[in-house]
């Protein structure tokens, strides 16, 4: 019972007149009530605590973004991978069929480059949100945040951030190695307007699909096993590693409801001369259905993303 | 906020598919209270600290956390709390610095971040990165990150756990600072040491239900329990069970002219109320 000294019976006050629970530290505070800091006016009980500002929504996405952006670049494995595993299948593929002509006077490397690109774009935000969110929620990461006030959604736009800058490092890096070892030409000036909303729009649609993703994901261990053959299988039938015209057209069809196919396809409209168009099973690039399709995509990822997110492990109850 | 409880719970219920987890629990916590739910494992401690945290759906009772209903989870009423979960390993690739500072910022009024790295005596660690903290080290980061938005209360789920006796005591330490600052604190334990150490009032839990709730040293009658006294007679060790202690030392004392042999004057253990009160015959 010794052990009793100093304990929480001791302490003075009664909670109504606490002097830490006031709403202005007094100028002389006893010793005891000293030891632990609060800023500003900021005592664990008052009347004003209640009415004070929540940080804005933008505020807290910057520091969600900046722990992202750390967490990110200090995990070597995920860093090298991101980076080097698009970059590897283009060396691959370029030094094997680079030189090749494809249909249309097109070099397979400037058809290829399209494709990872597109399949980069799926990566960095599809792929690696779907593997690595449950092994966020496994850590107990998510039901941390979840306890704190910050607003859920700076969670989901500081994984946006995250993605778009993985995606836009990828995308130079694709370009300055395509440029350089497979004689890749950089799309004409009024190209980059296409480039850039296919991009933006693909990415968009695969971060909301991968966040609705690990609604089906039981766990971080599963995940990869869950997501990695989805993601390979996708990027064979959609035109990644095969000129899609190519293969058969069951396939095509397949291809055709999933977001992947339509990226590549935007992204050739950008590398690839316009009489290349005459190749697509459609004839033409078809803009408009690829920003249709990947609108109707970035829908149905944010309602199942909506409904289905926990933020809690399975295990957890 | 006009009431003086921190925290209010009446005929908390909670089943599981295979399991009722709560069966029927009040309880109150003042404001500035330490109270500590203890009882075995499996006994309904976090699936209760769960739904006062806003973590889990009640399947019925009623329960009033700072106010309001946690179930309501506003971010306003968020801010107001502060919770140390058990079983968290995130924020492995970030510094302590950077995981407090980050946290702090979801809040309103929080404390310095640097302030509180001090104070949980992780200053030296303060560029460590998560993975590299010891288990103890570990869960002062949780109590930082717990207490960094300023809680008016603040629930600890099982800390100290896999602790060291002098991590255990330096926690403790801690834990006192906080309390004696006027923040209410919830703690779930299966330690019966760190509940009489640290808390104002114990409950103890098991199997879905609140068995008692006392003071540590009154709980399950043992300020008025009966003493056993026990000394060695000419005809081996005795014990008398008694009322009246002091009576019979004295008796004793003139009956042997003196010291008493191997004389002991014992009430019951919080272990032995404990023990009883959770179905084990001591």
Redesign the interface.
């Known amino acids: 019972?010794s052990?009793?000294q100093?304990?929480?019976?001791e302490?003075a006050?009664?909670?109504?007149v606490?002097?830490?629970?006031t709403a202005v530290e007094p100028a002389v505070r006893p010793a005891?009530?000293r030891?632990?800091?609060?800023?500003?006016?900021?005592?664990?009980?008052t009347?004003t605590?209640?009415d004070?500002?929540?940080?804005s929504l933008w505020?807290?996405t910057w520091?969600?973004a900046?722990?992202e952006l750390?967490?990110f670049t200090?995990?070597r494995e995920a860093v090298v991978f991101t980076f080097a595993f698009p970059i590897l299948l283009l060396v691959i593929f370029g030094s094997v069929f680079g030189r090749e002509q494809i249909e249309g006077g097109v070099k397979f490397a400037q058809y290829f480059v399209a494709g990872m690109i597109a399949a980069g774009l799926f990566g960095t935000s599809f792929q690696n949100l779907a593997i690595q969110i449950p092994i966020?929620r496994d850590?107990?990461?998510l039901?941390?945040l979840?306890?704190?006030?910050?607003?859920k959604s700076a969670y989901f736009l500081g994984k946006v951030i995250l993605v778009a800058f993985v995606a836009l490092v990828q995308n130079v890096l694709l370009l300055v190695i395509g440029v350089i070892f497979y004689g890749l030409s950089l799309p004409a000036s009024d190209r980059w307007p296409t480039y850039l909303w296919v991009g933006a729009l693909g990415i968009t649609a695969c971060t909301l699909l991968g966040i609705a993703a690990t609604g089906l994901v039981r766990n971080g261990r599963s995940a990869p096993a869950i997501i990695s053959p989805i993601a390979i299988v996708l990027q064979f039938i959609s035109g990644v590693f095969f000129v899609f015209a190519s293969l058969p057209s069951w396939m095509q069809s397949i291809a055709a409801i999933f977001p992947l196919k339509w990226m590549t396809q935007g992204m050739r409209s950008v590398f690839l001369p316009d009489a290349y168009a005459q190749q697509e099973p459609a004839g033409s690039w078809e803009h408009g259905r690829i920003a249709l399709v990947l609108a109707v995509w970035c829908v149905i990822g944010l309602v199942v993303a909506m409904r289905t997110f926990r933020w809690?492990s399975r295990e957890d109850? | 906020?006009t009431d003086?409880y921190a925290i209010r719970v009446s005929g908390l219920r909670k089943s599981?598919p295979s399991t009722v987890a709560v069966d029927g629990i009040d309880l109150a916590v003042?404001?500035?209270?330490?109270f500590s739910l203890l009882g075995p494992n499996g006994a309904g401690k976090t699936t209760t600290v769960e739904i006062l945290?806003?973590?889990?759906r009640r399947d019925a009772g009623e329960v009033t956390v700072l106010g309001e209903d946690p179930a309501a989870g506003h971010?306003?009423w968020?801010?107001?709390?502060g919770?140390v979960?058990q079983?968290?390993?995130?924020?492995?690739?970030?510094t302590v610095r950077?995981s407090v500072h980050?946290?702090a910022?979801?809040?309103?009024?929080?404390?310095?971040p640097d302030?509180?790295i001090e104070?949980v005596g992780l200053a030296e660690k303060r560029d460590a990165?998560g993975s590299q903290l010891s288990g103890g080290q570990r869960r002062r980061l949780d109590v930082a990150?717990g207490i960094v938005?300023?809680?008016?209360l603040l629930f600890l789920d099982e800390p100290t756990t896999g602790f060291d006796p002098e991590a255990r005591r330096q926690f403790w330490r801690l834990?006192?600072?906080?309390?004696?600052?006027?923040?209410?604190?919830l703690l779930t334990t299966h330690y019966l040491?760190e509940a009489e150490?640290?808390?104002?009032r114990v409950g103890i839990i098991n199997a879905g239900r609140i068995v008692e709730i006392g003071a540590p040293?009154s709980l399950g009658g043992r300020a008025t329990a009966a003493a056993r006294v026990r000394w060695l007679g000419p005809n081996g060790v005795e014990s008398v069970e008694t009322d009246r202690p002091t009576t019979l030392v004295t008796e004793l004392a003139a009956q042997f002219g003196g010291e008493v042999p191997e004389l002991v004057v014992e009430r019951p253990s919080l272990e032995d109320v404990y023990l009883r009160m959770i179905g084990h015959q001591p």
């Open positions: 019972m052990e009793r100093g304990s929480s019976r302490r006050g009664t909670p109504a606490r002097p830490a629970a005891d009530q030891e632990l800091p609060a800023t500003g006016t900021a005592g664990p009980a009347a605590r209640a004070a500002a929540l940080p505020s807290v520091v969600r900046r722990v750390l967490a200090r995990e966020e850590s107990g990461a039901k941390r979840a306890g704190t006030p910050m607003p809690r109850g | 906020m003086d599981y003042e404001r500035g209270e330490v945290e806003g973590y889990r971010a306003r968020k801010a107001r709390i919770i979960l079983k968290v390993n995130d924020l492995s690739e970030l950077e980050s946290v910022a979801y809040y309103p009024e929080p404390r310095d302030e509180v104070l990165r990150l938005g300023a809680p008016e834990i006192e600072d906080l309390a004696h600052q006027g923040t209410t604190i040491d150490h640290l808390a104002d040293e």
